[in-house]
């Protein structure tokens, strides 16, 4: 059974307007959550974490929000530019598990003109 | 840059053979990971490795098997390959521990496995 759910596989946006995906996960354990951004053909490449002690951190024009007593996450990118388009994986873990991560399905964003 | 590469972009098997996928990092990373990637499934963690010679099984195992001889080269093999394991295979690199802010896993660009 997954354990991260993105329950969004798609996501359409303009561009110059604010993307935002969402994030769900089951295991109370999870106190450390990343954000992937893969491109076809290519591996992901991480963009944004936070641990859960936070419930914000922000990267240039990401954010991700943690909420922890709704086991909900979500990562915003204002303003959404082309080069955004891409498959975005959640992922998240203790923090005694090795680096083990768990995964969600994916979200494709596709920005439009 | 932490470089992991992957010694094939795209590979094509006959059911049955015994596969041996590569994975190279050159960043003295001590843990290294392999996945495999299917739509509408992410990614899901097969075996990793924390240590040379150490293995540890991830969700899906079965079929597989790893091999780290040495700290930089970490090896999956599929032992007699099925169609079942056509996928898209990624192999990933962090620095030793859990996961901690700035530590992220780096993924190299990935295996497409067919086997027919």
Redesign the interface.
């Known amino acids: 059974d997954q354990q991260v759910k993105q329950n969004s596989p798609s996501l359409s946006v303009q561009e110059g307007r604010i993307s935002i995906l969402n994030c769900d996960y089951t295991n109370s354990m999870f106190d450390y959550f990343l954000w992937y951004k893969k491109y076809p053909a290519e591996g992901p490449t991480f963009l944004i974490s936070i641990s859960s002690i936070k419930d914000k951190n922000e990267d240039g024009r990401f954010t991700v929000f943690l909420n922890k007593s709704a086991k909900h996450l979500s990562l915003h990118i204002v303003p959404s530019q082309p080069g955004d388009s891409a498959v975005y994986f959640c992922a998240s873990a203790p923090s005694d598990s090795w680096g083990k991560l768990q995964f969600g399905a994916g979200t494709q964003v596709v920005v439009t003109p | 840059d932490v470089k992991?590469t992957q010694s094939s972009?795209y590979l094509v098997k006959r059911t049955g053979e015994k596969v041996f996928l590569e994975c190279v990092q050159d960043m003295d990373h001590e843990?290294m990971?392999w996945?495999r990637q299917d739509p509408?499934?992410?990614?899901?963690?097969i075996y990793?490795s924390?240590d040379v010679k150490m293995k540890?099984k991830?969700d899906i195992p079965e079929g597989y098997s790893v091999s780290r001889e040495k700290k930089e080269r970490f090896s999956l093999i599929l032992e007699s390959a099925s169609t079942n394991q056509t996928s898209m295979y990624?192999c990933?690199s962090?620095p030793g521990?859990?996961?901690?802010?700035?530590q992220?896993?780096?993924?190299?660009?990935?295996t497409r496995l067919s086997i027919l």
């Open positions: 992991v972009r843990n990971f996945y509408g499934l992410g990614l899901r963690l990793f924390y540890e991830g990624l990933a962090s521990g859990g996961p901690r802010i700035g992220p896993q780096h993924f190299g660009d990935g």
